[in-house]
């Protein structure tokens, strides 16, 4: 299959081949054609799999099919995005697909400045991707019309709700005109997400690709166990040997966030952290620093993390593990991206050991364990109670503590822990994880 006979006209081919592309990936394969039919579309796809372009194409084909008189302040398409990274590195695919076109894209997004935005929109654009708030606060200025909207496209639906967007998103709705093309794209689908497709979609075709936690082969994925004290040292030891250049690194709280950073600088690892306490100047410029080599490492939380799209990324360490286990599927996700392998580690404490259960569940398999030299441990130290801002340890219930705003996710120090180790002794499963633990120690290794 190549993108030639998916329907596609030469412009747009010219862009997709600049791009170093030969194949559509499955979800390009299968969307393309029935976007380009003008059919609506229910799709099951991650980052990670091309989804950006498996929408984007098409709608830069269609929009290129006509040209309607637009009047001032009215635009063709609407993308709606969950985060503010996701929304800039989609106009960005549009911008790239369709730099041949003589089609107008902006995007939208918080924490910035409202007025060149609105700029923007005056000079008018075809296409608009944007994060619900911004778009409703700019709507109700009375510089946006979206009653001429040819093709509206909801990505990461599941985020959005899970993010407390729903409201926005059915206000939004209301705005849109009856006639039009939707495409909703998710990676799960809840009851939730189901009644948003019954309420948008008009018989869509439905398209599922492999999801990443069921099939990411792409990603070899591994545990070290060690103290909590010593995954600090650890981490610089595991890029410094090993001379990574570029690792997405997780924490559950932007103050380990902010602490681990500190501390890579200071082992001589150039770091920068991303989360919601930063602002959106010095989340731009960290992820511009991470892409171009500038800097090694980006400590991030799950939030700000979402939609972080790097080419061909090589790790992703898990600092600490999640407290939701989606979040670990996701996570891994922004590596072994679009058919590139891709290394996921987990730096797992024995406070961690049910959430390690808890995702071995959900990925249906046992993720290998590998000792390092020099970090064994500790056999006496037990585990504690996980309390952090998201209710640790709970299940996505703890989720509602990010409110509405995508950069709201929880800050608590894992120092404020209870210390009750005898009822932590019993609560946390060590007898399973002993196994595999000691399965760990048996042997060391090193990373690619
Ligand atoms: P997405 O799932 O849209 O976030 O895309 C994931 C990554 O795959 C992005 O970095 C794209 O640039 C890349 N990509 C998208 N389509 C293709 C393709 N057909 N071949 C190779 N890489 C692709």
Redesign the pocket.
């Known amino acids: 299959m190549s993108?030639t006979n998916l329907g596609l006209s030469n412009p747009i081919l010219k862009a997709?081949e600049e791009?170093?592309?030969?194949?559509?990936?499955p979800?390009?394969a299968q969307a393309i054609p029935i976007v380009l039919d003008k059919k609506d579309v229910l799709a099951g796809?991650?980052?990670?799999?091309?989804?950006?372009?498996?929408f984007t194409l098409p709608m830069l084909e269609l929009l290129m099919q006509n040209k309607p008189d637009l009047k001032k302040y009215q635009i063709r398409s609407l993308v709606l995005t969950p985060t503010r990274e996701l929304a800039a590195?989609?106009e960005e695919?549009i911008e790239t697909y369709g730099k041949y076109l003589p089609l107008k894209s902006t995007v939208i997004f918080g924490g910035v400045g409202i007025n060149p935005q609105i700029a923007k929109i005056k000079k008018g654009v075809d296409i608009i991707v944007a994060t619900p708030g911004r778009l409703l606060d700019i709507i109700s200025q009375g510089f946006l019309d979206l009653s001429c909207i040819e093709m509206f496209v909801l990505d990461e639906a599941d985020r959005m709700l899970d993010m407390g967007f729903v409201h926005d998103i059915k206000k939004i709705l209301k705005l849109l005109p009856k006639t039009k093309q939707s495409l909703l794209f998710s990676a799960t689908f809840s009851k939730e997400i189901k009644i948003l497709a019954d309420n948008l979609l008009d018989h869509p075709t439905l398209i599922e690709v492999a999801r990443r936690n069921t099939s990411s082969e792409m990603v070899s994925q591994t545990v070290h166990f060690v103290d909590k004290g010593k995954k600090p040292e650890l981490l610089s030891h595991i890029i410094g040997s090993n001379n990574w250049t570029q690792v997405l690194v997780f924490t559950r709280t932007k103050h380990i966030a902010n602490k681990l950073t500190k501390k890579l600088e200071f082992d001589g690892i150039g770091a920068a952290a991303i989360h919601g306490n930063k602002s959106q100047g010095a989340r731009t410029k960290a992820l511009a620093d991470f892409k171009d080599g500038s800097i090694r490492v980006l400590v991030a939380t799950d939030i700000a993390a979402r939609?972080i799209?790097?080419?061909?990324l090589p790790h992703v360490i898990n600092f600490e593990l999640p407290n939701v286990p989606e979040d670990y599927v996701h996570r891994i996700g922004r590596t072994g991206?679009?058919?590139n392998e891709g290394e996921a580690l987990s730096l797992v404490c024995v406070d961690e050991h049910d959430l390690l259960k808890n995702i071995e569940k959900l990925i249906k398999k046992d993720i290998k364990v590998i000792a390092l030299d020099g970090f064994d441990v500790d056999p006496s130290i037990k585990a504690e109670p996980i309390q952090n801002g998201r209710g640790g340890g709970q299940k996505r219930g703890g989720q509602s503590q990010r409110g509405r705003n995508p950069r709201g996710s929880g800050d608590n120090s894992s120092s404020q822990r209870n210390r009750n180790s005898n009822q932590r002794g019993r609560s946390r499963g060590d007898v399973s994880r002993g196994d595999a633990r000691k399965q760990g120690n048996a042997g060391s290794a090193r990373h690619r």
């Open positions: 993108f997709i791009q170093g592309y030969t194949n559509p990936t979800i390009q796809a991650q980052t990670g799999t091309g989804k950006t372009a498996g590195q989609v695919s939609g799209d790097i080419d061909q991206r679009a058919g």
